[in-house]
């Protein structure tokens, strides 16, 4: 292998190497093999470039074409002119994927779902990079400023993850970086390395210096240099003072600096767009809903429950989904002597609402809808698979609204070990102010219920907070601490304020992201817009589950059972579902008759209608999946039935009837007499007997009657057609035959009857005359590369030798 061809390779590999720093934060990670395949285009392209040899500049350019076609080819193949020549579509396509990329980059925790945009994004990038390595290490020979983008590459890993990219994720980087500099030159290694390389023993037999060949020590003391050079990096800031954890450890958020580290949500969705939406112009509808809830102020649409605080941000555990069940299980930690009253609402998504998690009331008991849709039951959350999202979605929730009472929340024993050692977990760089003012605030409480409440209303009343939304969002723990004491946030800074202290209390706890109820509509629907977005905290009782509190200061609605007016005592009876009037929400006696079509669209036709609806439309299978499926499935049907309706049509061309004037003269007798003998050789050969286009006419029928074993009837009718075959061909006037083709018919009708089963079945399904199509092709391929060898070296010898004039 050449040393361009090698330092190619090491350019790929070291490009890659430094790309698995990325992986662990989208899953599933898939995107890494399309990046290797565009990647190893593109070198290939350069390695051809440099044979030729183009220019450097040159050769550049014709990788970032090929770059440039392969990514069109991928992602905007549709938009596309020809599938893969970038016009004016393709480039707003996928400006338009670069732009939804980058925003679900900020949307989502980590590890972020495969979307199309990050893909664009992932792969674009480590393409981008790899060309630059490849340019730098291979077409200019700087192996050594080729670290850089490799770096840069590493760095933007580990700044999305937070700074904990991990230490085999370096020392893979770091690996591909040497490998990348000893492909380039092991000589200029070995003259500042050889106190690591040792004497040189020459003249042993079999060496490579006694056989006067290239030496191995360079690359011995490259891969030394490389080891003492990664020990160091690993290990030194182990030693250094400031330095906790070097390349190895130290998350971001970690430690208690100054002011100027306040935490920031990163990557946790949906709190990245919750602050934007609170601050739209205008108050878009999302969703609109009809209930039978006596009450909705309580009816609180939830998305997703964000169960970890590392420090920097709350996110979601990464956790199993399954199918949704027809019936969801009882919730968690809910006793049946709590009331509660079952509720059912239908809810119709706006088409301009895309979301992956599903908007639903908690604790949601059976969702019945079309789509997509997976079930993670720790947080009873139903997720879109593969790309399903809400956009347009129509579905209907059966959900309980659970009441417990101040007594039952004061006397709720002990949460689960397993559930509290989960759900109390907070960072060991929390500030030491968050706790301590928790514990000043609840101060004199006599139970966890009580404590919560007293957070609740230090924040929403009695603390002096103001609700502002143009605060930064920050969520970590500086953020924390900075929020208790300028004392000006939204939901996200008190949702995670509350439930970080109620944590250090030792009260399990999480944060919860959806919408507020909404507000009713003349016609008794409730209209949720995209500023009813909402974070609100979770707290888990014993006997009521996990339970709400709003300590958000003029938003959302404060629970009954919160309230100093909440009535005392326990429940009456064993707990049986009450249900509000019925558990289907009823509609107007005449909606269905006045409705019009554009309010039963919009589901303003009462709940029946909307269920209704919900049949054809709404989180329905998408029409164009529809098509392109059934599409696929007649394709893979039609795929093994080729054969046999290309012989339906080749057999109907050569038995097909003479024109009205029947058989005109000699030339057109014989070639629908020999049209037809080529039917019953091809007949015969689907039955098992092979042509011999060595044999005369009759020797051929003898044959074809032998093996087939036909009647006498079957066996006549071959002979009459071999005899006329043979006058076809020899005599010089022959005579019209009529019946060719039901002598034909009647040959066929005896192979059927003589063949068993199998051999009828092969016939029909797979005729071996089928072959006579590859045949076809065979030939046409050779003739045709043939008159194009002959047109390339008439061409070239016309260019060597260009004709003079006398």
Partial sequence: MSGRARLTLAAWAATLMAAGALLPLVKPATWIFTAAFVLALVSGVGTLARRAPLARPLTLLAQLVVALLALTAIFAREQAVLLFLPGPQALTHAADLFAAGAEDVGRY???????????????????????????????????????????????????????????????????????????????????????????????????????????????????????????????????????????????????????????????????????????????????????????????????????????????????????????????????????????????????????????????????????????????????????????????????????????????AGDAPERLRREYTRVPASLPADVKATALRVTSGARNDYEQAVRLQDWFARDGGFRYDVDVESGTGVQAISRFLKDKEGFCVHFSFSMAAMARSLGIPARVAVGFMPGTTQTDGSVSVGIRDAHAWPELYFEGAG??????????????????????????????????????????????????????????????????AGAESSGGGPDPLAVALTVVGVLAVLTVPLLPLLWRRRVRARRLAPAGAGGARGPGETAARTLAVWEEIVDTAWDHGVEPDESQTPRRTAARIVDRGGLPDEAAEAVHRVAGAVEEALYAPNPRPVSGLAEEAARIRAGFHAAADRRNRLLALLAPRSAARVRWAAAAWWSETTTRWSARRATLRTRLRHPRTSP
């Fill in 109 to 411: 925790a980590i590890p972020a779902p495969d979307t199309e945009g990050i893909r664009l994004m992932l792969v674009g990038g480590v393409v981008a990079i790899g060309l630059m390595v490849d340019t730098l290490a291979v077409t200019f020979r700087k192996a050594a400023p080729a670290g850089l983008p490799l770096l840069a590459l590493y760095s933007v890993a580990a700044g999305l993850s937070g700074g904990g990219a991990g230490w085999l994720w370096f020392l893979l980087a770091a690996s591909g970086y040497l490998l990348l500099l000893l492909a380039e030159g092991r000589d200029r290694l070995s003259q500042w390395g050889r106190v690591f390389g040792g004497a040189q023993r020459s003249g042993r037999p079999g060496s490579a210096v006694a056989a006067g060949g290239p030496t191995f020590a360079p690359a011995r003391t490259g891969r030394r240099i490389g080891a003492v050079a990664m020990g160091v990096a690993l290990v030194v800031p182990f030693a250094l003072p400031g330095f906790t954890g070097g390349l190895i450890g130290g998350g971001a958020g970690e430690g208690t600096g100054g002011e100027g580290r306040g935490g920031t949500i990163s990557a946790v969705n949906p709190l990245v767009s919750l602050q934007d939406n609170l601050r739209q112009q205008e108050d878009r509808e999302v969703l609109r809903y009809r209930t039978n809830a006596r009450d909705t102020s309580g009816l609180y649409l939830r998305l997703v429950a964000l169960d970890q605080f590392d420090g920097t941000s709350w996110k979601s555990s990464v956790r199993p989904i399954e199918a949704v069940p027809r019936q969801l299980p009882w919730p968690e930690g809910l006793s049946r002597s709590v009331r509660i009253t079952e509720v059912t609402s239908n809810f119709v998504a706006s088409e301009g609402y895309e979301q992956k998690w599903l908007p639903m009331p908690y604790p949601a008991g059976r969702v019945d809808i079309d789509g997509r849709w997976r079930y993670e039951p720790a947080g009873r959350m139903l997720v879109g698979d593969d790309k399903q999202t809400t956009r347009g979605a129509r579905y209907t929730v059966s959900s309980l609204e659970v009441q417990p009472t101040s007594e039952q929340l004061a006397a």
């Fill in 546 to 611: 996990w339970t709400r509190f709003e300590p958000t200061p003029s938003r959302g609605s404060t629970p009954s059972y919160t309230q100093e007016s909440t009535p005392s005592g326990t429940a009456t009876g064993p707990a049986q579902p009450q249900q509000s009037a019925s558990a289907q929400p009823s509609a107007a006696p005449s909606a269905s008759e006045s409705c019009t079509p554009q309010e039963r669209r919009l589901g303003d036709c009462g709940p029946e209608e909307a269920v």
